[in-house]
């Protein structure tokens, strides 16, 4: 039975809330990670290493995430797309936060040796292929229960606003706990913003159980439009879309993990700054985010997905040299302002990159495809970045070699986004290959 326009209004409000609290909680437990492991894994986990060598050991192990996040698209795309978006975020949900709350009890090397470094990445590994299932989840929670074509940009903007979010309050639960006198940060406060997650995952548990499933999958359930190879079926009809949609990635995902998670090996060891200083002001980077995503959401409704992001891509390619001489001098007002300013190219991004990679794909497989494109940009950008930004600067002792590196993603990232079909204010509620209902390569629809 039909819902009625007031009934629609509110399943929305509460599927954005749902996506928004959800991907929040998520990205916390995944920052927190990405923020200790500059700051204790290293010493902790690798303390007979050299300080650099142990940097590297630490984010190899924060690579394993990104590298578990296409194996989560996988099993939670197939899922999303056979049982629905409700039950899949549920899931994703429950596997990622109990997956950080244990990061809290993993012991130091001191302890049991090499095995706490094998723990901590057994458990990085989960919490990617948690973060893996719940974007494509998220986003399709919000996108699939807007009311008009004109504002999806917005909509599904909401769930990317769980990244600043997150990063804000793992930030934050860090620069809390940084402030302990002596070494009982390396020791057991590190640990406490863990173990605050689970308070995190109940609220986001309650909140995502008292949600109704997104109209476009009710009708695919209803019509007995369910694939029963969802994953399958979507690598064989829209590879093109897959890969186009990782690519898209490089220019947004990279360069963030370098700004905002390299930033502390760099500023700390390298330059020798206030690690209070590098953290408050990635918390000020994120508060920024706050209103800049949902903006640049709002901007592609108006302007056009595809060219609101090639115009961030080209921001950030710019940017990446003005960042690191900014960064470079020392100077704490300089580098609070870089690290700030470097979080505006990417809500460009950001902002339009759910409705933009989410309406390539039609409705029965969206959230495989989806999913899958997004996520393997994790395996060619967000994973390796820190790896090679580190790997970078230890050749050329510069941080403009970095730069460089922000600039080639940029460009892929412009030819990717060139090549992907706009959707901007269509129909997606059909399925694409429909009869009389397919769209050519470029950005019309037409009667077949």
């Known amino acids: 039975m039909p819902l009625s326009e007031t009934e629609a209004r509110r399943q929305l409000r509460r599927a954005v809330i ?12 995944f920052f927190l990670y990405s923020t200790v492991t500059g700051l204790v894994f290293a010493k902790l986990y690798f303390p007979e290493s050299n300080p650099l060598v142990g940097t590297l050991q630490a984010f190899l192990i924060y690579a394993v995430g990104f590298i578990a996040r296409p194996v989560g698209a996988a099993i939670f795309g197939h899922y999303g797309d056979r049982i629905g978006r409700k039950a899949t975020l549920v899931a994703t949900l429950l596997l990622m936060g109990l997956a950080t ?74 620069l809390a706990m940084s402030s302990l006198a002596g070494d009982q940060f390396l020791t057991w406060g590190w640990r406490v913003p863990f173990l605050l997650s689970i308070v995190l995952v109940a609220i986001g548990l309650y909140i995502r159980l008292n949600i109704l499933e997104t109209p476009v999958f009710a009708r695919l359930l ?40 390299f930033v502390f090996t760099y500023g700390v060891m390298t330059l020798g700054m206030s690690r209070n200083l590098l953290l408050t002001a990635v918390l000020a980077a994120a508060v920024l985010e706050f209103f800049t995503i949902p903006f640049f959401g709002h901007l592609s409704d108006v302007w056009g997905r595809r060219r609101m992001y090639i115009a961030g891509a080209v921001a950030v390619g710019v940017f990446g040299f003005l960042y690191f001489a900014m960064v470079d001098t020392r100077n704490p007002m ?60 230890a050749r050329y002792q510069s941080g403009y070699a970095i730069a460089v590196y922000v600039l080639v993603c940029a460009a892929l990232s412009v030819f990717a986004a060139s090549q992907l079909r706009d959707y901007t204010n269509k129909d997606i ?20």
């Open 18 to 29: 749902a996506s928004t609290v959800g991907t929040t909680i998520e990205w916390y437990d």
């Open 101 to 174: 709350f244990a990061v809290a009890f993993v012991p130091s090397y001191a302890r049991i040796g090499i095995w706490g470094a094998v723990a901590l990445t057994v458990l990085r590994f989960i919490q990617g292929v948690g973060v893996g299932g719940e974007w494509g989840g998220s986003v399709l929670m919000s996108m699939e229960w807007a009311r008009s074509d004109a504002h999806r940009g917005l909509v599904a903007s909401w769930p990317q606003f769980g990244v600043p979010a997150g990063l804000f309050l793992a930030n934050l639960a860090v």
């Open 222 to 261: 209803a019509e007995h439009r369910i694939e029963k190879t969802p994953m399958l079926e979507v690598i064989r009809r829209q590879p093109k879309d897959i890969l186009l949609s990782a690519l898209v990635r490089m220019a947004e995902q990279a360069p963030f993990y370098i700004f905002t998670a």
């Open 334 to 393: 300089w580098v609070f302002a870089a690290i700030v300013l470097s979080l505006v190219p990417h809500s460009m991004m950001y902002g339009p990159q759910a409705a933009l990679i989410a309406e390539t794909f039609t409705g029965r497989l969206r959230y495989s495809g989806a999913s899958m494109g997004y996520q393997l940009a994790s395996v060619i950008a967000g994973g390796p970045a820190p790896l090679i930004a580190t790997a970078l600067f």
């Open 429 to 448: 509620s059909r399925e694409y290959d429909d009869t009389g209902a397919t769209h050519d390569s470029g950005d019309t629809w037409h009667a077949a």
